[in-house]
Nanobody
């Protein structure tokens, strides 16, 4: 069994920063692809940023320059640094990963989400 656990969400004023973390645990052989999505109230879930096994990063165009994705492979952890936050960034942020699990194979997994609220 594998698990993704997000943390770091909270309430922040416009212009502030937050760093989200997602830790992958379980019988993981490798993390093939991991990233962040978000879902605002009444809206569809949207891709925020991803990072591949080889370390190639991708940030959704309209978030580039404010959001950065990074990882610590030794800790099976991915981070999302969010700067100059805006009220429109308010959403539940989800971690998503494609994992190679020992004895199972490739597994797609979602975290439970962490709330980010940007408000004055």
């Amino acid at each position: 069994q594998v698990q993704l656990v997000e943390s770091g969400g909270g309430s922040v004023q416009p212009g502030g920063s937050l760093r989200l973390s997602c830790v992958a645990s379980g019988n993981i052989f490798s993390i093939n692809h991991i990233g962040w999505y978000r879902q605002a109230p009444g809206k569809q879930r949207e891709l925020v940023a991803t990072i591949t096994h080889g370390g190639i990063t991708n940030v959704t165009a309209h978030l580039k320059g404010r959001f950065t994705i990074s990882r610590d492979t030794r800790k099976n952890t991915v981070y999302l640094q969010m700067n100059r936050l805006k009220p429109d960034d308010t959403a539940v942020y989800y971690c998503n990963a494609d994992l190679s699990v020992i004895g199972v194979g490739d597994v797609a997994s979602w975290g439970q989400g962490t709330q980010v609220t940007v408000s004055s």
